[in-house]
């Protein structure tokens, strides 16, 4: 296996101002790439990325704006264009807007948020950015799905919903950007350390998983060790959905 290492590459990651998209910046940044760090939180977005120092670029805005996405690309283009896109801006829509009801009484905007950030917001990057990579000749596409997408969820339905769409998104960028060199491939976590709750989720391995096992298999996506995948996606849940098959 080659060393991986990202050096005078360009990365683009959302959702970077905390969890898996601010620790696989740092990782980017420690492995030789610039990163523009994209999130809607630029408060937090400005101190992450001040203490990771120049090779990090905040650059605040909200991913369910094309707009925000396309000068996101003219700041990629600045540098020499994207190598990678890796969209981990995401959120469980009944948490993250307070609204904890049966779908069927979910309102409106609360629906569409969930539609928004987590299936638009990933198309609005990928759209954005992937002509560069195109005109580069390479570069990889990484989108965060969950193990939600194949489990449903009956209060924040748009979360799975969107994450499973994610599943053939991916397939799509595959098919548009294999004749110029670029792979796209979608990393489905299950529990994830990224917060407290998530520690008490059933897995085979009986824990959640620490953040860094699934950054290193983002950076993995991206390396030349990965340079044969692409379409794919890969469900890193320590087992999780294995619990719930069941044999007819």
């Known amino acids: ?12 990651v959302t959702g970077a101002a905390s969890g898996m998209g601010l620790h696989t910046s740092k990782e980017f940044i420690r492995l030789g790439a610039s990163v523009l760090m994209c999130d809607v939180n630029a408060e937090r ?25 396309l000068s996101v690309a003219e700041e990629a283009k600045k ?57 580069k000749k ?8 969950s193990v939600t997408g194949f ?16 599943f053939n998104f991916v397939k799509g960028l595959a098919m548009a950007g294999a004749p110029h060199g670029v792979r796209a491939v979608c990393v489905s976590p299950g529990p994830v350390l990224t917060r407290a709750a998530m520690s008490g989720m059933p897995t085979l391995l009986r824990r959640a998983a620490e953040i860094r096992e699934l950054v290193d298999v983002i950076l993995f996506m991206c390396s030349e060790n990965a340079s044969f995948i692409t379409g794919t996606n890969h469900v890193v849940d320590g087992g999780r959905l294995c619990m719930y098959q069941k044999t007819y």
């Open 79 to 135: 540098r020499g264009g994207a190598d990678f896109l890796v969209a981990c801006a995401g959120g469980y829509e009944a948490r993250c807007c307070n609204s904890m009801v049966p779908f069927y009484e979910q309102p409106i905007e609360v629906i569409d948020w969930g539609i928004d950030v987590n299936l638009k917001g990933p198309v609005y990057f990928s759209r954005a950015l992937m002509p560069q990579m195109v005109a």
């Open 151 to 166: 489990e449903g969820d009956g209060v924040g339905a748009m979360y799975g919903t969107a994450k499973s769409g994610l």
């Open 1 to 12: 296996m080659k060393e991986i290492a990202f050096h005078s590459k360009v990365a683009v």
């Open 45 to 69: 977005l400005e101190e992450e990325a001040c203490a990771l120092g120049d090779a990090a670029i905040p650059l605040a805005g909200d991913v369910r704006d094309f707009k925000y996405a």
């Open 138 to 145: 390479s570069g990889v596409i990484v989108l965060l799905g």
